[in-house]
């Protein structure tokens, strides 16, 4: 059992098909000017989010993100690798949100920087050369996010799976990020940390280890899962890695906990 290498890409598979992708570092630009993966192209992780303050973490307008991504050279057609050096939520949620606006063929590198230079593949310091701007043409899936509103509206229902990845101190309202902690009604919580292999350079635990860390939670494959956490960024990571192993109805909720624990007309639990 693997991962579906569409959405997550070991480095070595990675290391074989480099001329095959167009690389995206998303780490600081600091570090990607003292190293990077060979001609990968640095972007900015802030333009992935829009920020309503104290909403953080909403979809950005899919206009201008698509702008931003034509002007690196990538289309909705383009085969995309992207990776961090944090164990994968800023590379979640940029796989997250460009394929919510459209795009085809975008995965994340497991383990991120990390672990390809654990493996001592080569690194560059010399900046890529600019590629020519493209066109990337929106498609919005509506049908790959959720809002509070069709929560609030489906939360009764059985076929419904919400998950909380955050910490288990944010899950039961102990660590406080917004105007209220604690969490949504039903929601169960996975750290999304439990995925990590601490001791294979902040890879993914194996599928088969996953899937008995799902099914433990509580998780169905079933179901319609609805993942989130703070700002959308640990659950997009979530949404990616569930859709790497196949679960087929997967929905992330941008704006997250920012949206629904800085709201006083909302339901929050704070029970373990």
């Known amino acids: 059992m693997t991962f579906n290498p569409a959405f997550i890409i070991s480095p070595e598979v990675l290391h074989t098909h480099l001329s095959d992708f167009i690389i995206i570092d998303i780490r600081e630009r600091r570090a990607y000017i003292e190293n990077h993966l060979p001609n990968a192209i640095w972007f900015d992780a802030s333009l992935l989010n829009r920020n309503d303050a104290p909403r953080v973490g909403l979809l950005p307008a899919p206009n201008e993100l698509a702008l931003h991504l034509g002007n690196i050279g990538i289309s909705e057609s383009s085969s995309v690798v992207v990776y961090d050096d944090q164990g994968g939520p800023a590379a979640g949620r940029f796989v997250w949100t460009t394929r919510a606006i459209g795009a085809q063929h975008v995965a994340m590198l497991d383990g991120g920087f990390n672990a390809w230079h654990h493996l001592r593949l080569p690194i560059n310091t010399q900046l890529a050369i600019s590629r020519a701007a493209v066109t990337f043409k929106t498609a919005l899936k509506s049908e790959s996010m959720v809002d509070a509103t069709w929560i609030q509206a489906n939360s009764a229902n059985p076929a419904l799976c919400i998950i909380d990845a955050r910490t288990p101190a944010e899950y039961r309202g102990e660590d406080v990020r917004s105007a209220h902690g604690g969490h949504i009604p039903n929601a169960l919580n996975l750290n999304w940390l439990l995925t990590k292999d601490p001791d294979n350079s902040g890879r993914f635990k194996s599928p088969e280890l996953l899937h008995r860390l799902f099914e433990a939670t509580g998780i169905n494959p079933q179901q319609t899962i609805v ?46």
């Not at 659950?235 to 949206?259: F, H, I, N, R, T």
């Open 227 to 272: 993942s989130y956490c703070q700002s959308h960024q640990r659950s997009a990571l979530l949404c990616v890695l569930l859709e790497a192993m196949g679960y087929p109805q997967v929905k992330g909720y941008p704006g997250a906990w920012s949206d629904w624990g800085n709201r006083d007309d909302l339901p929050i639990e704070t029970k373990s």
